[in-house]
């Protein structure tokens, strides 16, 4: 573990970066108050401060201030030890009010600074292992467990993301709305689980054809939604055929049946000004065009 001491007394300094080395933690060292500050903010810093009190440029308490005063609403957080000559009460509540997470009286005793150390370990550990699993929370949240693409909620937030850009930038936004054709029939005669093989394999062909910055969701039950940013009316068309021709062919080999799989699409571009709720509902229509239309094929929304 690395952790940061800022001492601007030598002497004591050394003995700091001695004793730490010995008990085998990464030492990274600062002179004075805006040194240590600028470690702190350095891309890879250390998650465990010790800060003298009394140091030049920046105290070591107003460290502690700025430093949680910036990570108010972050993700990450400092552990700080002070280390002071200042043993009042009054001192104490003043260190620990600024933000300090434990406070050690000069001059230390080293088996107490191990201590103390170690506990600041545990919660710098507790803390990280916090954010590792709001993160997967957050994933798990937004992600479809069997396709491993956006759920509902999410694609629509994503649609809600895209459409503000749109404005704001004055670009186009385009909608697919894709349905596997007769996937009940899939289900039926080849069992459910070589209908969700099905619905992977639908995925990763339509992933392996769209754009980097095109987004796949989805929809609910067999049906997905495919947000593509940019593509003016005329790009529309083709993108969705490229995406038909990609589902299309070849068969899908499973347990030794092969699966001809077809989709019907219905395609929508924003006008400018409508909801989201009025551009699903076009795609919506056109989808179901292309199902009334044969099915294996890509409608575009006749209200354009």
């Known amino acids: 573990m690395k952790i940061l001491v800022a001492e601007d007394e030598k002497t004591s300094r050394i003995l700091l970066e001695k004793i730490l080395a010995k008990w085998g933690y990464e030492v990274v060292s600062a002179t004075d108050g805006h040194e240590a500050w600028e470690k702190l903010q350095s891309e890879d810093a250390p998650k465990l401060a010790i800060l003298d009190w009394m140091m030049p440029g920046i105290e070591g ?45 000069k001059p230390f005793d080293q088996n107490e600074m191990r201590v103390r150390i170690r506990a600041g370990q545990r919660i710098v550990r507790l803390q990280s292992e916090l954010l590792a699993t709001q993160k997967d929370l957050l994933r798990l949240s937004r992600i479809d467990p069997l396709t491993g693409v956006l759920n509902r909620r999410a694609i629509l937030s994503q649609i809600e993301i895209e459409l503000a850009r749109a404005q704001r930038e004055n670009t186009k936004l385009s909608i697919s709305l894709l349905d596997i054709d007769h996937f009940k029939e899939v289900n039926d005669t080849y069992g459910h689980t070589v209908g969700d093989v099905v619905l992977r394999e639908c995925v990763r062909r339509i992933d392996a054809v769209t754009r980097t910055y095109d987004t796949c969701g989805r929809f609910g039950g067999e049906e997905f939604l495919i947000v593509i940013p940019g593509a003016a009316e005329q790009e529309v068309f083709s993108i969705g055929e490229r995406l038909r021709c990609a589902v299309n062919e070849p068969e899908i080999c499973i347990d030794g049946s092969s699966v001809r799989v077809t989709v019907s699409q219905g395609m929508a571009t924003w006008d400018g000004n409508e909801n989201i709720d009025n551009l699903i509902v076009r795609a919506d229509k056109a989808m179901y065009q292309a199902k009334e239309n044969g099915r294996n094929r890509v409608e575009l929304s006749q209200d354009q």
């Open 61 to 105: 308490i107003e460290v502690c201030r700025k430093l949680r005063q910036q990570e108010q609403g972050d993700e990450q957080y400092t552990y700080v030890i002070l280390l002071t000559a200042k043993d009042s009460k009054e001192s104490i509540i003043e260190g620990m009010e600024a933000g300090a997470d434990d406070y050690i009286v």
